[in-house]
């Protein structure tokens, strides 16, 4: 699985969009980019991937540049209760077997009332 | 639906002692995993199971075994305790290797 690095902390405003970006410049062509994040003490959730398109959900919106070495994770109107560690991950998404998922450390977001 | 659910949420053992962790899971998932999460560490997987009656080592296999006896549960064991394996202990499941996880809340284990 391609590496990803990702800054160790950042604030936002709560109400503010929170822009989380990630860099995997050695991602290959059949790799996902996943985000998760963990809330204090708990475990980890899934948050929402992609592969090259631009993807939304009820959570988050993930937007991949188009020689997808870097994407961002934007939470369009932060609260508290994002305050959390998002981890970004990128790995292979096949049929069949177990597909390792590299957790690193992850940004530390701190929303400020 | 209850999700993953994990059992105990907090344990402390001496050194030596043995202690089965259960995980259950009621999404049908195929798939399950054990993982640790040290201060300041990602987390780390120490097995997997890809279906019932089978289980794998991950990263960090050493010191712990496991049972996927019935597709809903996953247990991990510790025969003899040491203090290396104070650490959070989280559980996770998903559809199949591809998809992605679910995690439980988690076991907070102290070992003396």
């Known amino acids: 699985d391609a590496k990803t690095t990702q800054p160790p902390s950042m604030d936002c405003a709560e109400g503010r969009a929170a822009n989380l970006p990630c860099n995997h410049s050695t991602i290959s062509g059949n790799e996902y980019v996943y985000w998760y994040r963990q809330i204090h003490s708990q475990g980890p959730q899934y948050i929402i991937h992609g592969l090259k398109n631009n993807e939304t959900n009820e959570m988050a919106s993930l937007i991949i540049t188009e020689d997808r070495k870097s994407s961002t994770l934007i939470l369009p109107h932060a609260t508290l209760r994002d305050t959390a560690v998002y981890y970004c991950?990128?790995?292979?998404?096949?049929?069949?077997?177990?597909?390792?998922?590299?957790f690193g450390t992850g940004t530390k977001l701190q929303v400020i009332p | 639906n209850a999700g993953v659910t994990q059992t105990p949420k907090f344990r402390v053992l001496k050194t030596g002692q043995s202690m089965t962790l259960l995980c259950a899971q009621d999404m049908n998932h195929e798939y399950m995993y054990w993982y640790r999460q040290d201060p300041g560490m990602g987390l780390r997987l120490i097995h997997y199971s890809v279906g019932e009656g089978t289980t794998a080592k991950g990263e960090v296999p050493d010191g712990y075994n496991v049972s996927r006896l019935k597709k809903q549960n996953f247990l991990l064991g510790l025969e003899s305790a040491a203090p290396s394996q104070t650490s959070v202990y989280f559980c996770?499941?998903?559809?199949?290797?591809?998809?992605?996880?679910?995690f439980g809340p988690g076991t907070r284990l102290t070992v003396t």
């Open positions: 991950i990128v790995r292979v998404v096949s049929g069949g077997g177990y597909q390792k998922v590299t």
């Open positions: 996770a499941s998903s559809y199949r290797g591809a998809y992605e996880q679910y």
